[in-house]
């Protein structure tokens, strides 16, 4: 799935639909996985690689959760586009 890179709107927040990442007015990125119940993850412990049309690489792979109720995704975002395990 092609994602889509989001900024902070203009009172400085960062709100993601699914498949969207960005960064916050902090410098901290933000994901939302292309999985619907599974809400927005930051990726402090991920090294991002920022490529020069905007979209990122992530690694390692990514995995999210809805904190206990079943719902989980894993899998890669590579020059902005998600690809599941």
Same mark, same amino acid.
């Not at 709100?15 to 619907?36: F, M, N, Q």
């Not at 412990?45 to 809805?66: F, K, M, N, R, Y």
């Given at each position: 799935?092609?994602?889509k =890179?989001?900024?902070v709107?203009? &009172?400085?927040h960062?709100? #993601? *639909? !699914?498949?969207?990442?960005g960064?916050d007015?902090d410098g901290?990125?933000?994901? =939302?996985?292309?999985?619907?119940? &599974?809400?927005?993850?930051? #990726? *402090? !412990?991920?090294?991002?690689t920022e490529?020069?049309?905007?979209t990122?690489?992530v ?6 959760d809805?904190?206990g ?9 590579e020059?902005?586009i998600?690809?599941?395990?």
């Amino acid at each position: 799935m092609q994602g889509k =890179r989001t900024y902070v709107n203009e &009172i400085g927040h960062l709100i #993601l *639909d !699914l498949g969207e990442y960005g960064k916050d007015k902090d410098g901290r990125w933000w994901i =939302r996985v292309p999985k619907a119940g &599974i809400s927005m993850g930051y #990726l *402090d !412990l991920h090294q991002i690689t920022e490529h020069e049309d905007g979209t990122i690489t992530v690694s390692p792979s990514i995995l999210c959760d809805d904190n206990g109720n079943g719902l989980t995704w894993h899998g890669y975002l590579e020059r902005g586009i998600w690809r599941e395990v």
